[in-house]
T-cell receptor, first 114, second 113 residues
């Protein structure tokens, strides 16, 4: 069965510093992986997705993620944090079988400090 | 440019009451989903549908029911509200292809007292 684990429920960075949010997956088949962002009192918005076309995936708002099969990881990065990046971030993996369902990690709350 | 629309945005229910959470999408997506989000738990799938007239249980279906009479609408019903159903509920939709993401509504915040 597919699953994802997000290490660190809370991450704090200074404005301008590197953002690194960790996601490790478990899958017996080539995975489809997604990162979503959730701002307060809103739904989830897609940041980027991995669908086997390229291992380095660029998303919106300057975020990118690298698929590493040997490490079963799909970590999210941004070179320079901005105050507006403060939000909760979710990693998700597509579950095989009917319905194209997703299973989500427990989320990482990103805080950006001056 | 509506996308996925959920109503109501907020609701307080008494234990034992029933209600329907509405969800509609205007993207002609075949697949639709209901999740609940609890602090520190991520999102858990309640029910999903792959097309009009077809629904199936997700990870946490107990206490909920759904129907899918049209492509656009996917309502979620709580028959006998319980405090454990206090949560934020999200509806999502997607195309059927594996590489397509799910699109989410803004959620319904439900408290049961």
């Amino acid at each position: 069965a597919q699953s994802v684990t997000q290490l660190g429920s809370h991450v704090s960075v200074s404005e301008g510093a590197l953002v690194l949010l960790r996601c490790n997956y478990s899958s017996s088949v080539p995975p489809y992986l997604f990162w979503y962002v959730q701002y307060p009192n809103q739904g989830l918005q897609l940041l980027l997705k991995y669908t086997s076309a390229a291992t380095l995936v660029k998303g919106i708002n300057g975020f990118e993620a690298e698929f590493k099969k040997s490490e079963t990881s799909f970590h999210l990065t941004k070179p320079s944090a901005h105050m507006s990046d403060a939000a909760e971030y979710f990693c998700a993996v597509r579950i095989t079988g009917g319905g194209n369902k997703l299973t989500f990690g427990t989320g990482t709350q990103l805080k950006v400090e001056l | 440019n509506a996308g996925v629309t959920q109503t109501p945005k907020f609701r307080i229910l008494k234990i034992g009451q029933s209600m329907t959470l509405q969800c509609t999408q205007d993207m002609n997506h075949n697949y639709m989903y209901w999740y609940r989000q609890d602090p520190g738990m991520g999102l858990k799938l309640i029910y999903y549908s792959v097309g009009a007239g077809i629904t199936d249980k997700g990870e946490v279906p107990n206490g909920y029911n759904v129907s899918r009479s049209t492509t656009e609408d996917f309502p979620l019903r709580l028959e006998l509200a319980a405090p454990s159903q206090t949560s934020v509920y999200f509806c999502a939709s997607s195309h059927g292809e594996l590489n397509q993401p799910q699109h989410f509504g803004d959620g319904t915040r439900l408290s049961i007292l």
